[in-house]
């Protein structure tokens, strides 16, 4: 086939593809943000590149409806042949508070705003005289022990002992802890055979075994056999009972289908992935395909391919050879090819995995993780730039810089859960946020007894706590709530006094009704 007898467009919700397998180095100011994300028009060239939402896909009707974000303007896209690669979401319902206290790891943003704010913990706590909230800003809660979440804590617990060393020295290595929750019997399941079920996988236990010594060495606290049940905006409750504060959580505890895959008309497997042939055509259509983690792939060697970057790559690979021979009318070549290969870095130079079911560990493999992690990037140029980061890192440290604003926007809308005992707001340590509960209970506290009791629709706050002569408010159910600055809510109330009364002007901004509070916030802000 000559160039130019498919015309290809490629839709997706950024202008980059970013590479997840670096995430972690990212976060640990070892190489900077914008290496691992590769600029989409580059690395799908000369494919048309269409920025935006997909909001539905008609496949009777072959059209994909679009919507940008500046405005949610739609736009149609008509196709002969549709491949499916929209990936997996986080599983935002596991626990409660996850969905408004975690840092998730699947998107660049979350990552970046990751990376930004263990800096402003360590920067925070420098100046911060209480122990108690000092011990809580140093203190990083990783969910999950699998791949991802024992490769963020060996870097962020690596990174931690060279920012104690040399940017923070007013700052001890031991008052830093890094704590990983697992529910399983072992940290990294994949290298012990229970992550996949489908078929006969080998098993490592001595790999399993060195990367367990490996990050406690590096200071990594390991809580096993034990899940989390909620988290909040100062502590996360466990399992077993206890709870750790602290102001960061890290969740890498699973994922779900795409919503947009629940449209479509498709066959599906138990865990919702699309269904495909052995040409990786979705089963039972001639003109829609399916890749990556929203697809289930039959494996060679049984059961079907694991949501892995390396099988993403070679199964695009392959549905664009097919989708070229459909086009062609020739024969279509079979998926059979597997990834024999599996590890991660671990912090502190180090690695373990396999390679063909040989087990490998320490500095060799994770010199060997590097080569194979630089292939799998899309673009030359972003090649160049993680090379130039690994080479200049050792010699002038780690970047500390925080990328990007560190305010939230004005009338920023947070959303937070707490914990039946836990306190929302108290006088001893006054904070600047207006919360109005939208579910739960919570008792007024003066003088260590109730006074008074708040339900959905009231709000609480420094100033409020002044006016009534109460001491704190505290969660007697598990409690939801959303919350603005003062200021925020000030200037709030400003606006929508000002163009339509939504409450009684006796009444303050803090007890607007929650619907309205939401629709304002779902607003585009104005233009400059």
């Given at each position: 086939m000559r160039a130019g007898d498919v015309d290809v467009t490629v839709v997706s919700r950024t202008n980059y593809s970013c590479l997840h397998g670096?995430?972690?180095?990212?976060?640990?100011?070892?190489?900077?943000?914008?290496?691992?994300?590769?600029?989409?028009?580059?690395?799908?060239?000369?494919?048309?590149?269409?920025?935006?939402?997909?909001?539905?896909?008609?496949?009777?009707?072959?059209?994909?409806?679009?919507?940008?974000s500046i405005d949610g303007a739609h736009r149609e896209l008509e196709f002969d042949q549709a491949v499916l690669a929209l990936g997996s979401t986080e599983?935002?319902?596991?626990?409660?508070?996850?969905?408004?206290?975690?840092?998730?790891?699947?998107?660049?943003?979350?990552?970046?705003?990751?990376?930004?704010?263990?800096?402003?913990?360590?920067?925070?706590?420098?100046?911060?005289?209480?122990?108690?909230?000092?011990?809580?800003?140093?203190?990083?809660?990783?969910?999950?022990?699998?791949?991802?979440?024992?490769?963020?804590?060996?870097?962020?617990a690596d990174y931690a002992t060279l920012l104690t060393k040399r940017e923070y020295p007013g700052l001890s290595r031991d008052e830093?802890?890094?704590?990983?929750?697992?529910?399983?019997?072992?940290?990294?399941?994949?290298?012990?055979?229970?992550?996949?079920?489908?078929?006969?996988?080998?098993?490592?236990?001595?790999?399993?075994?060195?990367g367990t010594r490996h990050v406690e060495k590096l200071g990594v606290e390991l809580m096993l056999e034990t899940r989390v049940v909620g988290a909040t905006p100062t502590d996360v409750y466990l399992s077993d009972g206890t709870h750790v504060p602290t102001r960061t959580i890290i969740s890498t505890v699973g994922t779900k289908p795409n919503p947009l895959l629940d449209t479509l008309d498709v066959e599906r497997d138990s865990r919702g992935r699309v269904v495909t042939d052995e040409f990786l055509?979705?089963?039972?259509?001639?003109?829609?395909?399916?890749?990556?983690?929203?697809?289930?792939?039959?494996?060679p060697d049984g059961g079907t391919c694991p949501p892995v970057a390396l099988y993403a790559e070679q199964q695009g690979l392959?549905?664009?050879?097919?989708?070229?021979?459909?086009?062609?009318?020739?024969?279509?070549?079979?998926?059979k090819r597997a990834v024999r290969m599996q590890g991660i870095s671990i912090g502190g130079r180090t690695a373990v995995g396999e390679i063909h079911g040989i087990g490998?560990?320490?500095?060799?493999?994770?010199?060997?993780?590097?080569?194979?992690?630089?292939?799998?990037?899309?673009?030359?140029?972003?090649?160049?730039?993680?090379?130039?980061?690994?080479?200049?890192?050792?010699?002038?440290?780690?970047?500390?810089?925080?990328v990007g604003p560190s305010e939230r926007d004005d009338y920023d809308v947070r959303h937070n859960v707490f914990q039946p005992g836990e306190t929302i707001v108290e006088r001893a340590r006054p904070v600047r946020f207006v919360h109005i509960l939208i579910e739960g209970e919570a008792d007024l506290l003066q003088?260590?007894?109730?006074?008074?009791?708040?339900?959905?629709?009231?709000?609480?706050g420094r100033k409020w706590l002044e006016l009534r002569g109460g001491d704190a408010v505290r969660a007697r159910s598990l409690v939801r709530t959303v919350s603005l600055r003062e200021d925020e809510a000030n200037r709030l109330q400003d606006v929508l006094l000002s163009s339509r009364p939504l409450v009684a002007t006796t009444r303050s901004i803090a007890t607007v009704d929650v619907e309205e509070l939401r629709r304002a916030e779902a607003q585009p802000p104005a233009a400059p």
């Open positions: 670096l995430i972690a180095e990212m976060i640990t100011g070892r190489i900077s943000p914008g290496a691992i994300a590769s600029p989409a028009r580059r690395v799908f060239a000369p494919a048309h590149v269409h920025v935006a939402e997909i909001e539905s896909i008609d496949l009777d009707a072959h059209r994909v409806v679009t919507s940008r599983n935002l319902d596991a626990y409660p508070g996850l969905r408004e206290h975690a840092f998730k790891l699947k998107s660049f943003e979350d990552s970046l705003r990751l990376r930004n704010h263990i800096v402003e913990m360590f920067e925070l706590a420098d100046a911060e005289a209480d122990p108690e909230e000092r011990r809580r800003l140093l203190t990083f809660f990783i969910a999950g022990g699998g791949y991802s979440g024992s490769e963020v804590a060996g870097e962020l830093v802890r890094v704590v990983v929750v697992h529910p399983g019997p072992t940290l990294l399941p994949e290298l012990y055979g229970s992550g996949n079920m489908e078929r006969e996988v080998k098993s490592f236990p001595k790999l399993v075994e060195f055509r979705v089963r039972g259509r001639e003109d829609l395909w399916a890749v990556g983690d929203c697809a289930s792939i039959a494996h392959h549905v664009g050879g097919n989708v070229a021979r459909a086009a062609r009318c020739e024969r279509l070549v079979p998926y490998l560990k320490g500095t060799l493999p994770w010199i060997v993780w590097r080569i194979v992690i630089s292939r799998v990037i899309p673009s030359w140029d972003r090649r160049l730039r993680i090379a130039a980061d690994w080479l200049l890192w050792p010699l002038v440290g780690r970047d500390i810089v925080q003088d260590g007894g109730v006074v008074d009791s708040l339900a959905g629709g009231d709000h609480c």
